[in-house]
T-cell receptor
Framework: DSGVTQTPKHLITATGQRVTLRCSPR?????VYWYQQSLDQGLQFLIQ???????AKGNILERFSAQQFPDLHSELNLSSLELGDSALYFC?????????????FGPGTRLTVL | GESVGLHLPTLSVQEGDNSIINCAYS??????FIWYKQESGKGPQFIID?????DKRQGQRVTVLLNKTVKHLSLQIAATQPGDSAVYFC??????????FGAGTRLAVHP
């Protein structure tokens, strides 16, 4: 158990809908990263937050957004869902902004768009 | 559990044999590399890392080799066990310390 929790574990929805994925980082970790794992693209970095502020963006679609709250949990919002958004979404956390090795991954949320 | 389901290259080994998993990276300026293990239904788990000023680093039953000339990483697992069956990813540090993952290799260990 990495100490990172993600809810829900599974999510099934229809095209055009909007969903929110939730992540709670390890206790004390200030930095949260979101990754998407799809069949054809592998694991891809989406976005990073540190202590409530956005720090880096990767290949994140404009239909997707995220935020980190004062209690450090983070939410990834996916809207106008398309079939191709079906994937595993992972959250990772680290204590420090600069230390990559200390990224601990949650168990993921599997999103299925029908 | 759920599998990643990717069409990944698969390395099949016998229990007790040594395994070598290879990875090519693209950015010659990358200074930090990590190997992750992903078991079915779980998130990636850190195995071992190496900085670009090193050629080799050893952990418990694992060794990572870095060849900067040809931009190649390898992960060696000694005395492979059934519990080593998983998908293995190499990753390099990108800007703002995000991880850039390789495509992954599935390791299947047979008794």
């Amino acid at each position: 158990d990495s100490g990172v929790t993600q809810t829900p574990k599974h999510l099934i929805t229809a095209t055009g809908q909007r969903v929110t994925l939730r992540c709670s980082p390890r206790s004390g970790d200030l930095s949260v990263y979101w990754y998407q794992q799809s069949l054809d693209q592998g694991l891809q970095f989406l976005i990073q937050y540190y202590n409530g502020e956005e720090r880096a963006k990767g290949n994140i679609l404009e239909r997707f957004s995220a935020q980190q709250f004062p209690d450090l949990h983070s939410e990834l919002n996916l809207s106008s869902l398309e079939l191709g958004d079906s994937a595993l979404y992972f959250c990772a956390s680290s204590a420090k902004l600069e230390t990559v090795a200390e990224q601990f991954f949650g168990p993921g949320t599997r999103l299925t768009v029908l | 559990g759920e599998s990643v389901g990717l069409h990944l290259p698969t390395l099949s080994v016998q229990e007790g044999d040594n395994s070598i998993i290879n990875c090519a990276y693209s950015n010659s300026a990358s200074d930090y590399f990590i190997w992750y293990k992903q078991e079915s239904g779980k998130g990636p788990q850190f195995i071992i890392d190496i900085r670009s000023n090193m050629d080799k680093r050893q952990g418990q039953r694992v060794t990572v080799l870095l060849n900067k000339t040809v931009k190649h990483l390898s992960l060696q697992i000694a005395a492979t066990q059934p519990g080593d069956s998983a998908v293995y990813f190499c990753a390099e540090r990108g800007g703002y310390n995000k991880l850039i993952f390789g495509a992954g290799t599935r390791l299947a260990v047979h008794p």
